[in-house]
């Protein structure tokens, strides 16, 4: 037997307490992780200046109705507004797929270049792209994912339009909160569609973060009455879907965490002290026997440590291979892009654990550096 | 040399304060004990024996007066000298044998040796020695719970002789047992002092288990009356 054996026989001596605290610190940590990811995931927009910089502006009836293009003269006289262009979801299959596994938009290459402000361009030259019309401009993510190259043609079957694109790619851009878009001539959709004078959704940059809901104001205000009456909101908002709720959902991810970071300190807590005051004699016992406070100390911290690391590494990376292995983007049509368990949660879930160990280990040790040996072998068992 | 009293002690007392009383369980205690003596302390309940044996083996501290051991005056150490002290110069028998219970009867015999330098080969040869000493070599690996209350003590007796103490110490070990086993376990002790030379005191109140021992001291009041 070593010591390690022997604090191992200890920490299992309770099969049933030991399994249910490795359960719940389990489902606690991965929980945890879970919400953090979530967190991130909702905070990934606001922490890109970019994003809060543009408005996407759609028919207030539905995202599926057009807008008549004859809008843009009006968007462009709109205080505030910086740069504008059609902005339309072409939502087509690329070659054989059966989904639409990323998003093609239709932009007006020229005014599209004012929108864009964060990402580089890391292949081919912005320019070639305004001078071909049939020329896509394409996010780094899915060049790689497909294995593309400059000059490889890209061939999408329209699902919303009854139309088939072929576009060759000319320039990468990369950098950006999603790399996997894919850009080409607005005016390649209308001739194809056979010049509806229509758009999908306005694409606006504004000169300020303030400015943008005051913005958002004035283009909702300017179509109030029409035909086609609009909705503008942040392209963040626009993604989420919700604008408003944000910051209270970011609030309630941060108190639901806490809440489960306290009742999880409970649970070992308490555990712990169950634990070593039901060996209250026995510690006794080892003390007389010469054991030091110090290596009772590291008894409890170890079998407090073994308990907590071995369930929060459980819960840490179950929930890693969890989120890894679902496709969550297509699970949620879009709504979660990455839900990425970045090794910074998984560390942060990693030191909560720790912390866990530690603290549920200080009121015992507390109450067996106290114990006297002649008080602990009175103790009844 | 062989003269020299093992355990000194002068003027010991202990008191407690229980409320607003002040309990005195040892009243100016003085007592030289040899080398291979089979001690055994007797008297009424309350009458301090407990207390003077956990003095003795540095579990307790006495309120006034000395207790040195080997000419060492164990008030002087701090808490962790005293538990070196006692990991190798005392070896502990209860009354409740105070067996571990998720741990083998081998497992239990060789806790005190965790904290030595010995290796594991090492540590394994002592405690098959210890546990054939207690006539139990074939039952290392049982658990408490699958041996008699005599084979318990037993074990425990083999866990208080496996790192060689000097001294042994005994706090009512058969108050718990059959007259049966308690006859095997006296019979151990005996020979422990007889035959390996330890040096035991046994807290007792069975005026036949004090028949084993080769000198009785009684207790009445805190203090040493024959
Ligand atoms: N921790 C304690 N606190 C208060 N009084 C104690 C304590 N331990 C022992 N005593 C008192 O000291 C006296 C002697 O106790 P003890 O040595 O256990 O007696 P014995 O072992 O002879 O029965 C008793 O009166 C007992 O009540
Ligand atoms: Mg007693």
């Not at chain 2, 005056?73 to 701090?78: F, M, P, T």
């Not at chain 2, 965790?114 to 010995?118: E, R, V």
């Given at each position: 037997m070593t010591l390690t054996s022997f604090v191992v026989k200890n920490a299992l001596r309770n099969r049933r307490r030991a399994a249910l605290t490795i359960i719940s610190v389990a489902i606690s940590c991965g929980l945890l992780v879970t919400l953090l990811t979530l967190q991130r995931e909702l905070t990934i927009p606001p922490e890109s200046e970019a994003a809060s910089l543009r408005i996407i502006a759609r028919n207030k009836v539905s995202l599926a109705q057009p807008l008549p293009a004859k809008q843009l003269s009006t968007i462009e006289k709109i205080?505030?507004?910086?740069a504008v262009s059609p902005f339309t979801f072409f939502g087509g299959n690329f070659r054989e797929e059966t989904v639409t596994s990323f998003a093609q938009f239709a932009v007006d290459p020229v005014r599209f270049r004012n929108l864009?402000?964060?990402?580089?361009?890391?292949?081919?030259?912005y320019d070639d792209f305004i001078n071909d019309r049939t020329s896509c401009f394409v996010g780094a993510d899915t060049m790689k994912r497909y294995g593309l190259k400059i000059g490889d043609r890209m061939r999408f079957t329209g699902t919303f339009y009854p139309v088939d694109l072929d576009l060759k790619i000319i320039a990468v851009y990369q950098g950006t909160v999603d790399d996997r878009g894919v850009f080409f001539h607005h005016k390649l959709l209308d001739e194809l569609m056979g010049n509806p004078g229509t758009v999908g959704t306005w694409y606006l940059r504004v000169a300020s973060a303030e400015a943008s809901n005051e913005v958002i104001a004035r283009v909702n205000e300017a179509f109030a009455n029409t035909s086609a009456e609009v909705r503008a909101e942040t392209e963040r908002a626009f993604q989420m879907g919700f604008i408003s709720m944000l910051g209270n959902v970011k609030l309630l991810i941060g108190s639901v965490s806490s809440v489960v970071v306290f009742t999880l300190l409970l649970v070992t807590v308490s555990t712990m002290s169950m634990a070593v005051r039901e060996r209250f004699r026995e510690l006794a016992v080892l003390k007389a026997l010469g054991f030091r406070r110090r290596e009772l100390f590291s008894f409890i911290l170890a079998e407090s440590f073994g308990l907590a690391l071995l369930g929060g590494s459980i819960g840490i990376f179950g929930a890693w291979a969890l989120w890894t292995g679902i496709d969550l983007q297509k699970l949620t049509n879009g709504f979660l892009l990455y839900f990425e368990v970045t090794p910074r949660i998984m560390a942060t879930g990693g030191v909560v654990a720790v912390f866990l160990g530690i603290v549920s280990a200080i009121s015992p040790s507390i109450a067996v550096a106290r114990l006297s040996v002649v008080q602990g072998l009175k103790t009844l068992d | 040399m062989a003269a020299e009293p093992i355990v000194v002690i002068r003027e010991l007392t202990k008191s407690y304060l229980q409320g607003d009383l002040n309990v005195t369980a040892l009243n100016g205690v003085s007592l030289d004990i040899l080398p291979g003596e089979f001690v055994v302390l007797m008297g009424p309940s309350g009458s301090g024996k407990s207390t003077l044996l956990h003095i003795i083996a540095g579990i307790d501290r006495p309120t006034s007066g000395s207790a040195m051991i080997q000419g060492i005056?164990?008030?002087?150490?701090?808490e962790s000298q005293l538990a070196d002290w006692r990991n190798q110069n005392v070896g502990f028998v209860f009354q409740s044998f105070n067996l571990i219970p998720v741990l083998t009867a081998a497992e239990n015999v060789e806790l005190p040796l965790?904290?030595?330098?010995?290796s594991s080969a090492e540590r394994r040869k002592q405690v098959a020695t210890a546990l054939d000493l207690v006539g139990l070599?074939?039952?290392?690996?049982?658990r408490p719970d699958q041996m008699s209350g005599g084979q318990q003590q037993r074990v425990a007796i083999a866990r208080a002789l496996v790192t060689d103490p000097a001294l042994i110490v005994a706090d009512e070990p058969t108050g718990n047992l059959d007259a049966k086993s308690a006859g095997d376990v006296l019979a151990i002790l005996q020979s422990l002092s007889r035959d390996a030379g330890k040096t035991v005191i046994m807290v007792t109140h069975d005026p036949k288990s004090a028949a084993y021992g080769s000198r009785s001291l009684h207790l009445e009041k805190g203090e040493i009356t024959a």
């Open positions: 205080p505030g507004v910086v864009i402000i964060e990402g580089r361009i890391a292949e081919g030259s | 005056n164990i008030a002087n150490l701090n965790l904290l030595t330098d010995l070599a074939d039952r290392g690996h049982h």
